[in-house]
């Protein structure tokens, strides 16, 4: 018999992944926020991070840190206990195909999505704080009052905020690696034959190369929906997601929409590997308890 491991075992490994990359996901947001003319030098990645560093301090770049984990323990416990849970029914009569894998990750993500919408929320806002000017700063000081002071002043509605182009995101993100995945390793394989004049072997470093690719597809697809939902969380006007993707394609050209690619891209690989690892030591760590 199978341990069956507590849903919120994947919450955990996620928490503890998102303590490793929190800096770049606030450097991430604070590209996203900060908008420039169509002409302008837009800052990298290296200049944003030593930014906040040299303003803050390298506690700085924790700024938000409490509104990470309680995103990770929304979205991602929702997300990743739900499709285990999913993966653990299908695989009652045999083997699940990769289209329902595929089905079950895009379900889990919209549901992560939506349980981890406020926490959303509190992230972004949090961590492009220090950019605004003053008065319109949020001043939320942790995850947990930033969220009662939204419910109170912004209600459900507020709560909501950028429900649709987060949760678009978040079905995106597995679907889209996962299918170019086996795109790439596949064109690896067999496209490259005649240039190559030999066959790739499917080892390890055509697994590693074809995840890179896949996770460079993934950043690309799913950064319009990242930017435009960092946008829409931000903002306390009742301005509908297509006028801010309007004004801001006005303002600033289509170039907004893959801004804060670079520390997204960066931030991918070892998140996921950071999950994985930490996953797979907690599961060890529960049946280990188990047994005893
Ligand atoms: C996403 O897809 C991978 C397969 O590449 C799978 O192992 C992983 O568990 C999925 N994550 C979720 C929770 O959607
Ligand atoms: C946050 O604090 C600043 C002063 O430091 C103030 O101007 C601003 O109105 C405050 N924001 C909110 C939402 O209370
Ligand atoms: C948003 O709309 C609500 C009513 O739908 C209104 O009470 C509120 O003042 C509006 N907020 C802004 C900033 O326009």
């Not at 379900?107 to 959303?120: E, K």
Request: aromatic share 8%.
């Amino acid at each position: 018999m199978a341990t069956v491991y507590p849903f919120w075992l994947g919450g955990v490994a996620a928490s503890l992944a998102s303590c490793c990359t929190h800096p770049l996901d606030l450097t991430k947001v604070r590209m996203q926020t900060i908008k420039a003319a169509p002409g302008a030098k837009l800052p990298s990645m290296f200049f944003v991070l030593r930014k906040s560093i040299v303003q803050q301090g390298l506690r700085g770049v924790y700024t938000g840190l409490t509104a990470s984990l309680l995103r990770q323990m929304s979205y991602s416990l929702v997300r990743i206990g739900t499709y285990e849970e999913l993966k653990r029914r299908l695989s009652q009569n045999g083997k699940p195909s990769s289209a329902q894998l595929l089905a079950a990750a895009s379900l889990a993500g919209g549901l992560g999505g939506v349980a981890g919408n406020p926490a959303d929320i509190l992230l972004v806002r949090m961590t492009s704080d220090v950019i605004k000017p003053q008065e319109h700063r949020f001043n939320y000081s942790n995850a947990v009052s930033g969220l009662m002071s939204l419910a109170k002043q912004e209600g459900v509605k507020g709560m909501t905020r950028g429900l649709g182009t987060n949760v678009a995101r978040a079905m995106l993100m597995n679907a889209s690696q996962v299918c170019s995945y086996d795109l790439f390793k596949s064109a690896l394989m067999h496209k490259t034959i005649p240039v190559l004049e030999y066959q790739l072997k499917d080892n390890i470093a055509l697994h590693i190369l074809s995840s890179l690719l896949a996770g460079t597809f993934a950043t690309t697809v799913c950064s319009p929906a990242d930017v435009l939902r960092t946008r829409v969380m931000t903002s306390t006007s009742n301005d509908s997601v297509f006028h801010i993707l309007q004004t801001s394609l006005q303002k600033e050209g289509p170039k907004f929409l893959f801004k804060g690619w670079t520390p997204a891209f960066f931030r991918l690989g070892p998140n996921t590997v950071l999950l994985f690892v930490f996953f797979e030591q907690l599961k060890k760590g529960w049946s280990a308890l188990q047994l005893d």
